[in-house]
């Protein structure tokens, strides 16, 4: 299957690999090894839901159910900071009501990615001897992995930090939380920045000691704005304008990096154009 970009990308799920209508295929992948890696000067971080996609992939699936909504009974279940004990419950719920594992990879395959998403990672993909690429979302990996590889682009992602996910014998989808830890901000299942603070840790320690050069984060909710913190003066965020990400961060009176709200995908592109000019 062909997904094409709006400025002529073509993505072949086949192939995993994005290649141009005219010539150029993808040469080379981002899992070249470690030593390829030391020379990306620069990390972009990626949220899922409502960044890479254009909307909550959680709520997408939902219409994978025969009358394409849950009982209020369930909505009510929900208590706050328990989002992910919410969504196994969901998931159950829809295994249940005979909602199979190839009707839930069907919903999720289905979801749009969010306006110029896919411009921005033709540049990315462009430009791979200068960034690495990763997920760092509260999604789980059966729906990120789901994505990401109908669409051809799993490949241009080093590594993918989110909620476990597999189905059992019964055809449940089951979610696992990624980690505990000890931050209020963030719910009990996930704090992103507790992961960017370790993987930037640890790779620069993968690298020789050597940190990227500069860090970018692209998100929208809430649960973005923590990851955000842990940036320096030299980064910068990307969040989405008008969504939660954009309007907490203007209360944020200690935030370090740079801030550039973005409405399209070309909008982070002429940030980063510049940033890969600069010497």
Wanted: contains cysteine; hydrophobic residues 40%; aromatic residues 10%.
């Amino acid at each position: 299957m062909e997904f094409r970009s709006e400025n002529g990308l073509v993505l072949d799920e086949r192939a995993g690999t994005p290649t141009h209508t005219h010539a150029i295929k993808m040469t080379a992948s981002p899992h070249l090894g470690l030593a390829a890696s030391h020379q990306k000067r620069f990390l972009v971080l990626f949220d899922f839901d409502e960044t890479i996609i254009n909307e909550s992939s959680d709520d997408a699936v939902v219409r994978a159910l025969p009358n394409q909504r849950l009982p209020d009974w369930l909505k009510n279940s929900y208590r706050d900071g328990h989002y992910n004990e919410f969504m196994q419950k969901v998931l159950t719920y829809m295994a249940e009501e005979g909602v199979s594992k190839e009707s839930i990879q069907s919903a999720v395959e289905k979801i749009s990615p969010s306006p110029g998403l896919l411009n921005l990672l033709e540049f990315l993909h462009s430009n791979q001897k200068h960034f690495e690429l990763a997920v760092v979302s509260d999604a789980n990996m059966f729906f990120i992995e789901t994505w990401l590889q109908h669409t051809g682009v799993r490949r241009l992602f080093w590594k993918i930090f989110t909620n476990p996910a597999s189905f059992d014998d019964t055809g449940r989808l089951i979610l696992l939380p990624f980690h505990s830890h000890v931050c209020s901000r963030c719910p009990d299942n996930m704090c992103k920045q507790v992961i960017v603070r370790e993987y930037l840790i640890g790779r620069q320690k993968e690298r020789g000691g050597v940190p990227f050069q500069r860090v970018f984060y692209i998100g929208d909710g809430a649960n973005d704005v923590c990851p955000s913190l842990a940036l320096g003066p030299r980064d910068t965020t990307f969040p989405r304008r008008g969504f939660p990400m954009h309007v907490l961060l203007q209360s944020e009176a200690t935030f370090k990096a740079n801030v550039v709200p973005w409405v399209r995908g070309e909008d982070i592109v002429d940030c980063l154009k510049k940033v890969v000019e600069e010497r």
